[in-house]
């Protein structure tokens, strides 16, 4: 009976943690189902392609590039791409292309007819975006073209791919070819939400620190990852954007010092400690200069991305030295994890500086939710063994004090006690 009573309140407590668990991925999931339903996966019709015929002219000379393509040579930063509209065939015809952090300015026959930014943004940043240009019925043979220049030296004379096609055709498709890069980067922060919340709810059998810390930095790295997936958003301005990712990038080596500084002990978290404080006062020292329009955080992204290497190459020594020592709470599976990260950020690091720009995030996404499939699976199995264990204990001190009680009330200690009165 005894023995019953254990494995039934065993499984209610696994029971109320998978409700929960499941409560609350219910509720984002049909959050993010809203979400694509917002964004509308679906194209209304195929109305889409290429517009070639672009090119640029070079020493007095026409060049024709192969788009994507990373200009060479600019005139401070600027470049011109040109072209001849051909037939329009529909009337709400638009071109589209994605600009990385640039100013844009699109003419026909030396009319100007776009603008990015059309407003001044504070602290003079341009936020990347999607540009929808649309073209007048009447543009039919004439010539237009595209300004482009980027305050930032490593987003100068890059140009992506230039569509063409009805206006709602682009703008859904667009939606829907870069939505599974949103949706990945939105899963990851689901989890992390999910170890948040669990974390809280069973703090009562044991301090969840640890992985409320990894929980936060989960959801800030989706943030960055959804900042950056090219999603274009109809509610969210581009402004809100660009801050909600610069921010998240900006504290995730904070986050991850943290986490990292609740895993080790000694002199290695001293000196973790030390360069947690770092990297918090670097980012809010980064946060003020943005604020004070002294220094925008693209300007300070070089710096954030060293450090943030700097901590990830330290914490994969550590990792190695104490999965070689065998100690205990090191797993291989972080450690590789964390290898895999690595080398998916030093691929991105290429790609970033090559003719491969455009394909940045690919891996390191792909990475990053390997390590938070991992590292979720695994802390969520461990709270609810630390919690079931703690529930046991608590059960059999439980029992302890009852026996004690009984063994008190028996008869022949009702007898002694009679007998002395006697006496």
């Known amino acids: 009976m005894k023995k019953f009573k254990e494995i039934l309140n065993e499984e209610m407590l696994k029971r109320r943690v998978t409700e929960i668990t499941a409560g609350i991925l219910a509720i984002l999931f049909i959050f993010s189902l809203l979400v694509q339903n917002e964004m509308g996966t679906a194209k209304p019709d195929k109305r889409i392609e290429k517009m070639e015929g672009w090119y640029y002219k070079e020493d007095g000379k026409k060049i024709i590039p192969e788009l994507p393509r990373v200009l060479e040579k600019t005139d401070k930063g600027k470049f011109v791409m040109e072209n001849i509209i051909p037939k329009i065939p529909y009337r709400n015809t638009t071109i589209a292309f994605h600009s990385q952090l640039q100013k844009v300015r699109v003419s026909i026959d030396g009319k100007e007819i776009y603008t990015y930014p059309d407003k001044k943004i504070r602290g003079g940043i341009v936020p990347s975006t999607w540009n929808f240009i649309r073209l007048p019925q009447e543009s039919e043979g004439k010539h237009i073209s595209i300004e482009v220049s980027s305050p930032y030296k490593q987003f100068q004379g890059k140009q992506n791919y230039i569509y063409w096609g009805s206006y709602n055709s682009l703008y859904y498709a667009i939606r829907e070819t870069n939505f599974p890069k949103f949706l990945i980067s939105l899963f990851i922060g689901i989890m992390g939400i999910v170890m948040v919340v669990i974390s809280v709810f069973l703090r009562r059998f044991r301090g969840y620190r640890c992985e409320e810390t990894l929980g936060i930095l989960f959801i800030l790295v989706s943030l960055w990852l959804c900042g950056v997936s090219e999603m274009v958003h109809k509610k969210i ?121 455009y394909t940045f995030g690919i891996c390191i996404r792909g990475a990053v939710l390997i390590y938070t499939m991992y590292l979720f699976g695994y802390y969520i199995w461990e709270i609810y063994n630390t919690a079931r264990l703690n529930r046991k204990l608590s059960r059999r001190l439980q029992n302890s004090e009852i026996q004690l009680m009984m063994s008190q009330i028996q008869p022949h200690f009702i007898y002694n006690v009679l007998g002395s009165i006697v006496r």
């Open 237 to 357: 301005g581009v402004e809100t954007i660009y801050f909600i990712t610069m921010v998240s990038a900006l504290f995730c080596n904070v986050f991850f010092l943290s986490y990292l500084e609740q895993r080790v002990e000694g002199k290695i978290q001293k000196i973790t400690r030390i360069g947690f404080y770092l990297s918090f006062f670097n980012a809010v020292l980064c946060l003020i200069l943005q604020v004070a329009d002294a220094k925008d955080l693209i300007q300070s992204a070089g710096y954030i991305l060293v450090s943030f290497i700097i901590s990830f190459v330290y914490a994969i020594v550590i990792y190695g030295k104490k999965v070689l020592e065998k100690e205990a709470g090191y797993n291989k599976g972080e450690f590789v994890c964390m290898l895999i990260i690595l080398g998916a950020g030093l691929v991105e690091w290429v790609h970033f500086y090559s003719k491969k720009w």
